[in-house]
């Protein structure tokens, strides 16, 4: 069996050619050279077929003739290159002027063949066509892996602070699975940290100098998550122009790390159960095994037990990935840890900014502690960027903290640091919100729990900014 690393630069040989020539002769000579050298050939006697059916599937060589009816050799050219630049055309023509050599070339011909030719020399020059467009296809995935690789290195090193002993249990877990090569799941809402965690469990294990890869399983269909994974053959589906390492072989020797994982089908659910049983599988259209080295985090904000007492998401794959299981928890149960994640934000945000870091009074820190924070730490983070935005001052006062969270109090939250109208206004903002999470989103239903019009509630949404 191959490893990832050997298949590395191969590009499959045969090509799919379309002729157009109208001279029947011609075209199944041509056909036939062709067909012997191992390449698809598709041949038609004129421009608007052959363009019908490139529409359909696309080729990589075009040999066209130059004169013909209703459209052109040129013409041909023209509009192949136009919609399928990276298709390349060969011309040939009766005819060698110099003119429409030039012409030709101009359109963006790969080359120019003037009749009468041997087979011969029709093999030379498609086989010349072939080398560069097989090192256009190594040069383009190579770029594309590269791009991928490089956002991740790019990607800035963050710290993780806690000193909860939630987030000290957290991090000792860390450190101790980062030692080994089992599979990790990380549980949590969303913006508690799982990526953060997924990537600093790589930068501890002897895994940090390969590839840190990771795939959103939740933003992508069965097709792209499949082919995004597994990479795909050349001509595996309409559109796959060139064969595309997946993220499993861009992962190999490193970790890959599988976030929204709750959100995967039940059918790639299944292909996931396999590469997790036997570290194999096939890219898309390809019939080869390729065997990998693949350490997997996975990653969810949803409740996975309840997704399979729905039968929504299978145990056996559960069981898998939670080999060890991380449960981060929501910030609002680790509080203490507010006022040092506050200063570590305003410190990096300042320094970011080239500006002075500025204060938070007891008052306003003790807001932001009691604040329930939904979205977590990345919704600290952002209010601290608003706060730090629209702040000049030294000290971000304690009422433009209020109004920053006032739209998401807890309606028992009290609004005393804020002046009159705008308390009125943050509470106002705070029952459309829950009257409107109540109604499950209908705005009907939540003007009737308001008992105010429909047409109130929409002025009232928008005055607030609320409307979508
Ligand atoms: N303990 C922490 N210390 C410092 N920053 C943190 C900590 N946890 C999370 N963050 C920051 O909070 C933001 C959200 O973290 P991350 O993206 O890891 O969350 P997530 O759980 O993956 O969220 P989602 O479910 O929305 O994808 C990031 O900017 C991250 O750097
Ligand atoms: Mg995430």
Redesign the pocket.
Known sequence: MKTADSNKGKASLALTVVIVEDNATMRLGMEETLRREGHRVLAFSNGPDALARLEREPADIVITDLKMEPLDGLEVLARVKKRWPDCEVILISAYGTVETAVKAMQLGAADFLTKPFSPEELRVRVNKVRQHLQQQQQLRQLADENRLLQDELGAPY?????ASPA?QEIFRLIERVAREDSTVLIE?E???????VARAIHRRSPRREQPFIRVNCGALNDNLLESELFGHEKGAFTGAIRRKRGRFELADGGTLFLDEIGDVSPTMQVKLLRVLQEQEFERVGGEETIRVNVRIIA?T?RNLAELIARGEFREDLYYRLSVIPIKLPPLRERREDIPL?VN?FLERLSRERNRHRPEISSEGMELLQSYTWPGN??EL?NVLERLLVISPDKEIAPQLIARQLGGRVNLTDDYRHLPLEEALQAFEKNLLLHALKEAGGVKNRAAKLLGIRTSTLYYKLEKYGLLK
């Open positions: 963050r710290e993780m602070i806690g987030m949590g969303s913006g508690t940290g799982k990526e953060l990653a904000n994640l570590h730490i990345r983070e």
